[in-house]
């Protein structure tokens, strides 16, 4: 492999890869609102770096990223863009049906914006592992990192959310230039225990969609929700490197144990 992003080899470089290598890593991510202090593409910049990263360590092919995903709620803010969550299943489903055409068989997607992403993500893995046979895991940093997590988290209870401490920390680490802390608010509200959005915090839970007019109300008009006014760039660095570890250790795993057979290997028509 001459280069980890795919579209910097030639195709010759990939007909070479796959005669001797058959795992790919698929980035996606999201374009939307991260308060005053973050950068709307915080969720791609962080799926883009992962993925690089990772495919550095384990000489793994990255193919280009999706910057967009699903963020319907956060259309509350300017600048946000947002699929249908039909249209984030049938990108996937055209990306490894192509990649499963050439004979990659083993698919690590990287999703960069947590939950939203995943059902429609979780929907495409579901359809390619049975229609094909190929090997897809959705991986997404915050649910593989969630020990490290719990380790150096600082903010109170509540204190996850979005454009919070967590996601903060790692873009301070990743991209400072693009951060604007000075501009950071804290936004922990009470609600009923059962409408909690901190993951983090024990107990049962519901699911409840947000809205555009509600998203914009309990963000505080700023798109923040959660702490990240504790964050610090070493966190960042600590929950970098070993949701990376972690990762570089199931591709690895992957590719030793994981076995294959591919079947209808069609165009994405």
């Given at each position: 492999?001459?280069?980890?992003?795919?579209?910097?080899?030639?195709?010759?470089?990939?007909?070479?890869?796959?005669?001797?290598?058959?795992?790919?890593?698929?980035?996606?991510?999201?374009?939307?609102?991260?308060?005053?202090?973050?950068?709307?593409?915080?969720?791609?910049?962080?799926?883009?770096?992962?993925?690089?990263?990772?495919?550095?360590?384990?000489?793994?092919?990255?193919?280009?990223?999706?910057?967009?995903?699903?963020?319907?709620?956060?259309?509350?803010?300017?600048?946000?863009?947002?699929?249908?969550a039909e249209t984030l299943?049938?990108?996937?489903?055209?990306?490894?049906?192509?990649?499963?055409?050439?004979?990659?068989?083993?698919?690590?997607?990287?999703?960069?914006?947590?939950?939203?992403?995943?059902?429609?993500?979780?929907?495409?893995?579901?359809?390619?592992?049975?229609?094909?046979?190929?090997?897809?895991?959705?991986?997404?940093?915050?649910?593989?990192?969630?020990?490290?997590?719990?380790?150096?988290?600082?903010?109170?209870?509540?204190?996850?959310?979005?454009?919070?401490?967590?996601?903060?920390?790692?873009?301070?680490?990743?991209?400072?230039?693009?951060?604007?802390?000075?501009?950071?608010?804290?936004?922990?509200?009470?609600?009923?225990?059962?409408?909690?959005?901190?993951?983090?915090?024990?107990?049962?839970?519901?699911?409840?969609?947000?809205?555009?007019?509600?998203?914009?109300?309990?963000?505080?008009?700023?798109?923040?929700v959660g702490d990240p006014?504790?964050?610090?760039?070493?966190?960042?660095?600590?929950?970098?490197?070993?949701?990376?570890?972690?990762?570089?250790?199931?591709?690895?795993?992957?590719?030793?144990?994981?076995?294959?057979?591919?079947?209808?290997?069609?165009?994405?028509?």
């Amino acid at each position: 492999m001459k280069r980890v992003w795919l579209q910097e080899n030639k195709w010759e470089d990939v007909e070479a890869y796959l005669q001797v290598k058959k795992t790919v890593i698929v980035p996606f991510g999201s374009v939307e609102q991260h308060a005053k202090h973050l950068p709307m593409g915080t969720d791609s910049f962080v799926a883009i770096r992962i993925a690089e990263d990772a495919g550095k360590k384990t000489n793994t092919l990255v193919v280009p990223p999706t910057w967009f995903g699903l963020a319907p709620h956060h259309m509350a803010f300017p600048g946000t863009i947002t699929f249908r969550a039909e249209t984030l299943t049938n990108v996937m489903l055209d990306i490894c049906q192509s990649l499963i055409y050439h004979g990659f068989e083993k698919i690590i997607v990287i999703n960069g914006h947590r939950e939203a992403n995943l059902p429609p993500l979780k929907t495409a893995a579901v359809k390619i592992r049975n229609k094909t046979g190929a090997f897809v895991a959705v991986v997404d940093p915050f649910y593989i990192a969630d020990s490290i997590t719990r380790k150096i988290k600082r903010s109170e209870p509540g204190g996850a959310g979005h454009a919070d401490e967590l996601e903060t920390s790692h873009m301070l680490y990743l991209f400072p230039d693009l951060c604007e802390m000075e501009k950071a608010v804290k936004n922990i509200h009470q609600k009923h225990p059962l409408l909690k959005h901190d993951p983090f915090v024990p107990g049962d839970t519901v699911f409840v969609p947000s809205d555009v007019a509600t998203y914009r109300e309990s963000s505080m008009h700023i798109g923040v929700v959660g702490d990240p006014t504790v964050s610090t760039k070493e966190n960042g660095e600590i929950y970098h490197k070993a949701l990376l570890e972690t990762l570089v250790d199931f591709i690895q795993y992957c590719e030793k144990h994981v076995k294959v057979t591919l079947r209808n290997q069609e165009l994405p028509l």
